[in-house]
């Protein structure tokens, strides 16, 4: 397995990311201005962050609840079949559900945790009869609901 490759950040990079993962809509000029640099070197050191892969993506961030999402799972996934193949497929399968927010393979006693996010109870049941109950590859799956998500999404520490 090949290891990705990092980006080599110096201090003003790491300071120039830790202000813009928590807000995307801060101007070059006010990032500058905190960091010690021009708005165009701090659009420079950006575009290059983008095009090295460091910045994936510039997403809006959206309260589940507000929009009628009031269910949040963690579910644990225990897989029958660990062999590579087997697991991409597995993956691939809840990686398109919409209702899959996270999806993360582990290391321990299950296979797969997930964060889904739905409307209500109904909702997840209907996503776990779609998706988990009848796969052949299931063993068996585990369901914490979120009661409090204390913290959700929390910027990168660059300490």
């Known amino acids: 397995m090949q290891l990705p490759v990092t980006m080599d950040l110096d201090d003003l990079d790491r300071a120039i990311l830790d202000l813009y993962q928590r807000d995307?809509?801060?101007?070059?000029?006010?990032?500058?201005?905190?960091?010690?640099?021009?708005?165009?070197?701090?659009?420079?050191?950006?575009?290059?962050?983008?095009?090295?892969?460091?910045?994936?993506?510039?997403?809006?961030?959206?309260d589940p609840r507000k929009l009628g999402?009031?269910?949040?799972?963690?579910?644990?996934?225990?897989l029958v079949d660990?062999?590579?193949?087997?697991?991409?497929?597995?993956?691939?399968?809840?990686?398109?559900?919409g209702e899959v927010q996270q999806c993360y393979g582990v290391a321990g006693s299950f296979d797969y945790v997930l964060l889904v996010v739905v409307a209500d109870l109904q909702a997840y049941e209907a996503f776990c009869e779609a998706c988990l109950l009848h796969d052949e590859n299931v063993r068996s799956f585990t369901t914490q609901v979120v009661l409090d998500a204390a913290k959700r999404d929390g910027p990168l520490s660059f300490a």
């Open 82 to 97: 660990e062999s590579a193949r087997a697991t991409r497929a597995f993956r691939d399968k809840v990686c398109a559900r």
């Open 24 to 62: 995307t809509r801060q101007p070059s000029e006010q990032i500058g201005a905190q960091v010690g640099l021009s708005a165009a070197a701090v659009q420079r050191r950006l575009k290059r962050m983008r095009e090295s892969g460091a910045i994936v993506a510039e997403t809006a961030a959206l």
């Open 69 to 78: 999402l009031g269910l949040t799972a963690i579910v644990n996934v225990d």
